[in-house]
Nanobody
Framework: QVQLVESGGGLVQAGGSLRLSCAAS????????MGWYRQAPGKQRELDAV???????NYSDSVKGRFTISRDNAKNTVYLQMNSLKPEDTAVYYC????????????????WGQGTQVTVSS
């Protein structure tokens, strides 16, 4: 069984910074894409940033230039450095990872973390 555990959320003033971490654990043979999503109250979950196994990244327009996604493959961990935070960044942030747990099956499945609250005050 695999799981993703996020940490690093909290309350910060507008213009401040936070760093989120998400560590994968369990029986893992390979992790492909890892990413960060957000879900604000009353809204659908939306993608903020993704990082491939080789380090290639992609960002939504709303966070480009402010957020940086990175990963440590040796630690099975993905990070999200969030700078210049705005009140509209307030949301529950979820990490996701496409992981292979059964080498014989050779399939990747998307797993989700439990979410961590980020609140940005004005």
């Amino acid at each position: 069984q695999v799981q993703l555990v996020e940490s690093g959320g909290g309350l910060v003033q507008a213009g401040g910074s936070l760093r989120l971490s998400c560590a994968a654990s369990g029986t893992i043979f390979s992790i492909n894409t890892m990413g960060w999503y957000r879900q604000a109250p009353g809204k659908q979950r939306e993608l903020d940033a993704v990082v491939g196994r080789g380090g290639s990244t992609n960002y939504s327009d709303s966070v480009k230039g402010r957020f940086t996604i990175s990963r440590d493959n040796a630690k099975n961990t993905v990070y999200l450095q969030m700078n210049s935070l705005k009140p509209e960044d307030t949301a529950v942030y979820y990490c996701a990872a496409d992981m292979m747990s059964d080498r014989s099956a050779g399939l990747y499945y998307r797993h989700w973390g439990q979410g961590t609250q980020v609140t940005v005050s004005s």
